[in-house]
């Protein structure tokens, strides 16, 4: 089993939708990253979290530590939204360095 | 925010050579970079991490000698994969944090190698 389960895989919207990408995880966690992977292959960093919620303009990221879960939510969805993004935990490793786990990303598509 | 660098974008080479990839914190000090490994349709994996002035720590099953990584300066970590075989190819990222340790990730734009 992974440690870290997103769902749904794939997703296809119409534009202006409310979407809703979950993730799952099983591990002890520092922080949880929301990503974004465009099709040339370059993430961006949409949000960081340990607790609570965050908003970013149409995209809000919530966090619950105690069921090990977290959600991504785009309001008034977007072509441009068409991506793969992907939920990573940061956990701690070995030495004190730590990196992150990845799931296997939620590939998007909003169509006009 | 903050900007990390990485070159090439895209690398053709043939079997048996070997290919240098950079990864620069542009505005930033990165006492830490990690580099990552993502096959088709796959999650990114962590390779190594690489640690300023020290040797890199490699995950389990990653070869060391392979791939070969330098982080001589706090802006800048150096994958070489060596001796590259077609089942090397792949898409290579970096990730570098901020020396301050916000916890913050930013990522390189990846590197796709292709070895023929």
């Known amino acids: 089993k992974n440690e870290v389960e997103q769902s749904p895989q794939n997703l296809t919207a119409q534009e202006g939708e409310f979407i809703t990408i979950n993730c799952s995880y099983s591990v002890g966690i520092s922080a949880l990253h929301w990503l974004q992977q465009h099709p040339g292959g370059g993430i961006v960093s949409l949000f960081m979290?340990?607790?609570g919620k965050k908003k970013h303009g149409r995209l809000i990221a919530t966090i619950n530590i105690q069921e090990k879960h977290s959600s991504l939510h785009i309001t008034a969805s977007h072509p441009r939204d068409s991506a793969v993004y992907i939920c990573a935990v940061r956990t701690r490793r070995g030495g004190g360095a730590d990196g992150l786990t990845f799931g296997k990303g939620t590939h998007l598509i909003i169509q006009p | 925010g903050a900007v990390v660098s990485q070159h090439p974008s895209r690398v053709i080479c043939k079997s048996g050579t070997s290919v240098k990839i950079e990864c620069r914190s542009l505005?930033?000090?990165?006492?830490?970079m990690f580099w990552y490994r993502q096959f088709p349709k796959q999650s990114l994996m962590l390779m190594a991490t690489?640690?300023?002035?020290?040797?890199?720590?490699?995950e389990q099953g990653v070869e060391k000698d392979k791939f070969l990584i330098n982080h001589a300066s706090l802006t800048l970590s150096t994958l070489t994969v060596t001796s590259a075989h077609p089942e090397d190819s792949s898409f290579y990222i970096c990730?570098?944090?901020?020396?301050?340790?916000?916890?913050?990730?930013?990522f390189g734009q990846g590197t796709r190698l292709t070895v023929v």
């Open positions: 979290l340990s607790s």
């Open positions: 990730s570098a944090r901020d020396a301050r340790d916000s916890g913050e990730a930013f």
């Open positions: 505005d930033f000090q990165a006492t830490t």
């Open positions: 690489s640690n300023e002035g020290s040797k890199a720590t490699y």
